[in-house]
């Protein structure tokens, strides 16, 4: 089914590792990424990577995990994808009732 998804994230239940798309008609990039453990609040949650042209891995951005307001988390993200830089939340994908299928909605 994730095949057919772009500009998302799923994160897996124990939230050690993820997976995801984030595409524009510039690129379309899959991506992954692994928990971080760090002393630093203001670590990201999660590193993320990508394949180069050639098939390396390559870390292109990270994951933030926060707290509003009301005291909720919820993610933001942001990445350098060599082509453009991205910065976005992390909210329900539209039409879906999986809660760890996560769309990525670009703020700039």
Known sequence: MTDTLVNFIRINEDETALAGNIASLSYDIDITGFSVNSGN??????????KSPRGRNIEIGGIWKRINQEGKPYYTLAVNTGYAKL??????????????????????
Not at 41 to 50: G, Y
Request: hydrophobic letters at 45%.
């Open 87 to 108: 910065n976005a939340n992390l909210g329900r994908y539209p039409g879906q009732d999986d809660p760890s299928l996560m769309a990525v909605i670009a703020w700039d």
């Open 41 to 50: 609040p203001k670590a990201p949650m999660f590193r993320l990577h990508a």
